[in-house]
């Protein structure tokens, strides 16, 4: 079973985050970065099912030079081997972009499952499964707290407010998961020293075959158009009930625009 788990460098979530002035992406590099949260379980559960049926593991991660760090902490929890796409003309690519870039590189690869986190801490889009299937044609599996690969088929159980749903698809497919489907190891000095020699394979996007025009802010169909800073916290007001309490809290609701 080979399966390719798309991991992704984010800014720490316990980081101040802020916005650049210039060109109203994201400000990477004044903060300290970490692999995504939920793409450790991602990583986790393609190890498990590696372990189970052999195989081998692969990470996908498209970021700067800078994503390497990500690239060999997955590594380090026992994946075999890594793609890096990058290029300068990615900065600032939407995730219609980011999954077009992506879907290119996977095309080239040889699969039979696909897992992703189910959503970025830095964007919180949760679509990346879901546009990759799409660009594929390959089934989407997406939720998953559980999932069970036999032969040409994949099942999971897919997280719902009130329970559980059982999805089925053929491979090679999509799967995206929630963190309650595992708990991720962590690296051991043993793993984190092999990851220095396992093979990392970077690519461009010449070498993906894609223009760079297709990608990056300027040719981006999202973009942020204005932003401002959270103002800083004011103190509270008080209402006094002197009998006409419930109209003034009703007052002040409307003036914020609760009612």
């Excluded at 929890?77 to 980011?98: E, F, P």
């Excluded at 069970?148 to 999805?167: L, P, S």
């Excluded at 089925?168 to 999509?174: E, F, L, M, W, Y």
């Amino acid at each position: 079973m080979n399966i390719v788990v798309l991991v992704k460098q984010v800014p720490d979530t316990w980081a101040e985050r802020k916005l650049n002035e210039s060109d109203k992406t994201l400000d990477r590099a004044s903060v300290d970065v970490v692999m995504n949260e939920i793409d450790e379980y991602a990583v986790e559960e393609a190890l498990r099912i590696k372990e189970a049926q052999g195989g081998e593991v692969t990470i996908l991660t498209m970021g700067p030079e800078r994503a390497v760090e990500t690239i060999r902490k997955a590594l380090s929890m026992g994946a075999d081997k890594a793609v890096h796409l990058v290029d300068d003309a990615l900065k600032g690519s939407d995730a219609l972009q980011t999954s077009a870039a992506l879907a290119k590189v996977l095309e080239g690869l040889e699969y039979d499952l696909v897992i992703v986190g189910s959503e970025a801490t830095d964007s919180r889009m949760a679509i990346m499964g879901a546009l990759l299937s799409e660009r594929l044609g390959q089934p989407q599996l997406t939720g998953a707290r559980k999932v069970t690969a036999e032969g040409g088929t994949v099942t999971i159980e897919r997280q719902t407010d009130d329970g559980y749903a059982v999805v089925q698809g053929s491979t090679p497919a999509i799967i995206s998961v929630v963190e309650k489907i595992n708990e991720p190891r962590y690296p051991s000095f043993k793993g984190i020293m092999a990851a220095k020699s396992k093979p990392l394979d970077t690519k461009s996007l010449a070498d993906i075959g894609l223009d760079g025009s297709a990608v990056g802010l300027a040719s981006a169909p999202s973009q942020v158009v204005e932003f401002s800073t959270k103002p800083p916290r004011q103190a509270g007001q008080i209402v006094k009930d002197e009998g006409d309490g419930g109209s003034k809290i009703a007052e002040f609701l409307a003036t914020q625009k609760f009612v």
